[in-house]
Nanobody, 117 residues
């Protein structure tokens, strides 16, 4: 089993910044890619960004150029720097890591991000 614990989030004004972090523990060898999804009220959960253990990143078009995902493998932690925030970024953000051996996804408990206009 892998446990994902998120930190950060909160309230920001439009154009502001927030930083999220997610620390993994447990069976770390069963995961490689780590990333974030988000879910706004009344909407489906959507992909935000992901990073491999080698540092290769992938971003949703809606956050490209504004969000930066980084990783500290020694700490099994990923960091999502969110800049130029918009009200439409308001959502619960979930840390995510797929199991590399079996089709199973690990999820964090979620952290609220609210951007006021």
């Amino acid at each position: 089993q892998v446990q994902l614990v998120e930190y950060g989030g909160g309230l920001a004004q439009s154009g502001g910044s927030l930083r999220l972090s997610c620390a993994a523990s447990g069976s770390i060898d069963s995961i490689n890619t780590m990333g974030w999804y988000r879910q706004a009220p009344g909407k489906q959960r959507e992909f935000v960004a992901a990073i491999t253990s080698h540092g290769t990143t992938n971003y949703a078009d809606s956050v490209k150029g504004r969000f930066t995902l980084s990783r500290d493998n020694a700490k099994n932690t990923v960091y999502l720097q969110m800049d130029s925030l918009r009200p439409e970024d308001t959502a619960v953000y979930y840390c995510h890591a797929p199991n590399i051996g079996v089709p199973f996804d690990y999820w964090g408990q979620g952290t609220q991000v609210t951007v006021s206009s």
